[in-house]
């Protein structure tokens, strides 16, 4: 253990049981359950396991951020906006609902019908921004800065910093840290969290984790109090695999967690008119009237045809304003 970062202690720890979600999905839940209803800013983090024959169709949200990291395979998305796009391995997006958006999010289908695997978290809002325009932003794979301190620990710095390698900004409203860790038994770690961010952890795969002493094996999250500057942890000697885990962090919000299904709002008052707007199609939803994906049936090849078409045009648009720059 270094004594350069003081650990955070845990605060509690659990196995996230597989349960079905969307049409044909199966998802490990950790934050928006029983034994973390939620951990401000953060109200849900699901690791999914899509069939290609399955998925989320059409469906609302208000007043939160999700940020979704594909882990294998890839997934479609298209909003009542116009936008629409491919997450490929190791993209991420970043969501802001604001004052209301209805999408879609089906997977792509593989060549050898292998499952679509990957992470969402849901983020809350600060209550002053809840009422925004809803927004994208896309990050691919190859914009994600690596850290890699040692031969022993590669870190994939999504956002934030870690071992003096920073991510790119401005990714979501709220302040969000978010790091994939792959570390290679007898390595250990340091990460850095400031001071008013609460932290967890999720191992995704490998013999698990060290903490304070405890052996945290895989599918557990861990979850920590605010008593030290970051998190310290190692990986025990033996065997030959690593253990791959996210460490996520988001400043604390001083603030109520009303939440309904994908409304999230600071009293009961408005969830009742979230839903009353959504029925309406109104003060935000105005756009879901009548409105269909073109995805939510599934992602036929004609169909990722025109989503890689409608792809290179955006990105010939996006160039062209760089270069005009």
């Not at 396991?49 to 609302?60: C, E, I, L, R």
């Amino acid at each position: 253990m270094s004594d350069m970062v003081a650990p955070r202690s845990i605060l509690k720890f659990f196995l996230a049981l597989e349960q079905a979600e969307g049409v044909g999905a199966r998802v490990r839940r950790t934050i928006g359950t029983m034994g973390m209803r939620n951990f401000t800013p953060f109200l849900m983090l699901d690791h999914f396991n899509v069939d290609p024959k399955a998925g989320f169709p059409d469906h609302p949200h208000r007043g939160q951020e999700t940020i979704t990291y594909m882990m294998s395979g890839e997934f479609a998305h298209n909003d009542f906006t116009g936008s629409s796009g491919i997450l490929r391995l190791g993209d991420l997006q970043f969501m802001t609902a604001g004052r209301g958006i209805v999408h879609a999010e089906m997977p792509i289908p593989l060549e050898d019908g292998a499952p679509i695997v990957g992470m969402q978290l849901w983020v809350d809002l600060p209550a002053e921004l809840k009422e925004c325009e809803p927004r994208y932003r896309d990050l691919r794979a190859a914009e994600i800065p690596i850290a890699k301190p040692n031969d022993k620990v590669t870190i994939k710095v999504i956002s934030g910093e870690s071992y003096g390698v920073k991510s790119v900004q401005d990714l979501a409203y709220t302040p969000v840290e978010y790091y994939d860790y792959s570390v290679a038994p007898g390595g250990s770690f340091e990460q850095n969290i400031p001071e008013d961010f609460n932290a967890f952890l999720y191992i995704l795969s490998g013999p698990g984790l060290t903490l304070g002493g405890q052996h945290i094996p895989q599918y557990h999250s861990v979850f920590f109090k605010r008593d030290g500057e970051g998190i310290v942890g190692s990986v025990p000697e033996g065997g030959d695999e690593e253990t791959r885990f996210v460490v996520i962090a988001g400043k604390v919000l001083d603030q109520p967690i009303v939440q309904h299904g994908p409304f999230v709002e600071t009293t009961k008052e408005k969830i009742y008119k979230a839903f009353d707007d959504y029925q309406r199609a109104s003060n935000g939803f105005e756009r879901a009237r009548n409105w269909a994906s073109k995805i939510g049936g599934g992602v036929t090849p004609s169909i990722k045809k025109a989503l890689l078409e409608a792809e290179k045009k955006q990105n010939e648009k996006n160039q062209k304003m760089v270069d005009e720059l």
